[in-house]
């Protein structure tokens, strides 16, 4: 039995400027059932692509509201003093039930195994390009 694997697109989907420091675009690639939603994300100045395509049931994870995590401060006690905003990491929460992932690693903080598949993206002279 032969398999064929299906070959890969290399696409120029943006510019640049089209994704600042902590911003995002979301592009589809193709049409039809090969179509492909990807979210590009910038942080710390790198790029990160994903799969529009949330673990938990397929939600578009890459469209949500973009947060900093949120961390509970502790006192000496352990005593909570309260909840804040992380602004050194930057999550995006899918807009259907709230799972929530760094956009650096793909990874849901609190759900082992929960990620979004990543995406090749690479820029070069003003251009942003993925591989699907
Ligand atoms: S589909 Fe994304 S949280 Fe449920």
Sequence with gaps: MTTTTPQARDVDVAASGDVPER?????EIGSGPDAVTVGIF?????LHAWENVCAHQGGP????????RVRERLDEGKRSLGLRFD????HVV?????YEYDV????????????LRRIEVAEAEGRIRVTV
């Design 104 to 115: 650096t690693t793909g990874r849901h903080p609190g759900v082992p195994g929960a990620s």
């Design 94 to 98: 899918c807009p259907w039930h709230g």
């Design 23 to 27: 911003g995002r675009l979301v592009v």
């Design 61 to 68: 994870a890459c469209q949500g509201r973009i947060v900093g």
């Design 87 to 90: 602004e050194d990491t930057m």
């Design 42 to 46: 910038r942080f710390g100045g790198r």
